[in-house]
């Protein structure tokens, strides 16, 4: 634990201000994962970013997909209406994105949870703990013989290490493109005011300041509210200062917009000409609808032509299926194999964040109004997953660790900087692994849920 | 504070096996310091380092100067007596020293305050201090106005920027080269059960294994009594492993040995084929007394030859004179000063750690027994250093920052590796500069009374 103190590999102790840290949560062992599915979530990195990216553009296709949930999901409803209202100068976005994977134990498939398109949060810190990860074996495992013994078991005996994981690099690397695609004289984090992962933004401003000389304010909604201005080029000015590149690690949740100000605030800097990342139509193109509609059969086709990338995205895709009035045949079937057998589903609503799905009999329970029922259209329903359970020792600061059988879902990070017609850049930029006690059916680590860990590749 | 969380500048939140972390005391603004008396401090450290490397391979000469505090102070009776018992196989001693100097303003002097001869802290996280600097200067040095006129205040407009700082390297380098030369199996760092300032040593723990391969363990001297033993080639045991070098952050204060078994395991550790850093010679030269008597007219001649080496430590001595029985005339002359003027002294007994010295009126007070009385014997009479005042901030987690007319004190590491014959490793090992309020007179960081800061060269 020291270590990762000693490294920044930390959270703030409290919300808010604070200068206390404590290590983040963390999966004291490495988890077993397959060589073949971990290059396979890199490989795919690339062709889904550009799905996402022709998605964001398709202001039709997403408006249309987006409109059933309008009624269910004010939220949502709110994003969509500032969409169609701001008409930005600025056509180049930045996505610093992260696929979310699980592997399905029962088939062997590697599938994907979701897309993350505003906020992917934890690069900053997950770079570290895979060198946490790499020290730990370096030094003790050859000589400590709990550790030795629990990478034999999990591996069989041989391995192929931990990957290098290079996010703190890389999405700096990314916001520092879109700086220099820009010209403006600074970038903006967008913030939340009681933030306690803060040194994993903070790492990642570090970087773009050590590596790129660009400088970055940290800043809330209601403080850009507060100070900013449109001035007559369209540049978001700060404090006397042009912004190039606007990264939003806030104004993902409703709990973000407390009052018309901060939604004053969004309309802001999405007026602007400041690269957002990322846009409102990125963070759209996130939305569980938009999953739901793409793993529908044909969809890809809209959007991407190279065969061999739709049919890489398209095996990662779990069953997905709309639900409310969009609900269709298909749905309908899944809804009444969900009312039998609930452990086989989840159901997830729009909103972002951990924490606020439903598992098991509420399943069933949720469904009893049947599936086209109006109250359904902000969830999705979405084939459950059956990860592999491994044996793992969970480490949260102060408390005695947890002894666990803990499963595992794996975050593949990209920098994107692209407009409708060409993207200068596309890039992996890491991975990111979190590990959970096997009984568990929540997955973030801010929410509590989840610890940090590392794969150790077979 | 972020960043110092960030890059490890921390202590521990509470004392004990905490993993809540919070910065250390930082100075926020850079220290102007004559570039001519650094690059001094620099010059001297190597000739320092063999004048004490000889005085502790001076048995006689030692044990004759230290008689006379015998009476007065217990603890170091306790480890001259050790000393005197315990004959080591190992003749390689490990010195990781640390030079402390002032500036005089009155005179424009560098003096030295004290030399440190065991448990050198501060080094680990002094090298983040200077990286935080010169991230601050290079970030906001020509934005901030405020940074911006304070650096321009103090320096005058011109500077040579913030000197390199390897001391995590070189004090790892140090015990990378004693382990290498003994042969052992792994490095033993030896610690305070409740030590708050573990990350500082951690910093070098992982560069000793990170840079050199070499694993190192932490004990308190109650496990070592416990766990450890001597086998029958001398080797120091320790769950199994044969101890290299046993480095001391721990066994410099009488708090230090609460029972016989903390004496047991020094002896035994000292008894050892370990190489340690450092030896009770070592730590025995390092004694104010010691200091004191090298003062003295001609002192130097016994242990140094070059006398343009001998001339440039003089030059860093401030006054010094003995109290108690083998007070001289000159002393008498200075208790008779220091009775009219207190101010211009500080009086030190023996014990390390800060927050023990006696200033102003008290001075007076204690002086009124006469400079011969044995109760004086266990400190010695010093030149109150005046040091020139520089507007700064001082900066304590959880504490608002306190705007003050603050002082400094410099202190060069240097690690040497050598026997009476010969000395394989002599090298300057980096910098760490503490920063007070002008009107605060003890200097200890860990004692709550100084903030790390950094010198900016002029």
Redesign the interface.
Known sequence: ???A????L?VA?RSGE??????APLAVMPTAYPKVAFEKAKAVADPMARLYANVANDREWLHETLAGVIDADPFTANLLQLHKEVDSPQTMALGIFRSDYMLDGPTGDMLQIEYNTIASSFGGLAQRVGAWHA?SL??LGT?DPFLKAHVEAVTGGAHHGIPENPTTEQLAAGLAAAHKAHGGGTALFVVQPGERN??DQ??IE?AL??NHQV?AMRRTLAQIAESGRIDATGALVLDGQAVSVAYFRAGYTPDDYPTEQEWAARRMIESSDAIKCPTLAYQLSGAKKVQQALAAPKALDRFLEDQADKDAISASFAGLWALGPEADEESVTAVAEAMEHPERFVMKPQREGGGFNTYGAAIAEKLKVGAHDKSLADSILMQRIMPPPQPQWLLR??EDPLRCDAVCELGIYTVFLGNATEAPLNDYAGWLLRVKPETVDEGGVAAGYACLGAPLLV
């Open positions: 634990m020291t270590w103190a000693a490294h920044g930390q102790a604070a200068f206390t840290f404590t290590p020290h370096a030094r000589e803060t040194m903070r790492h570090y300041y050590s400088p600061a102060e």
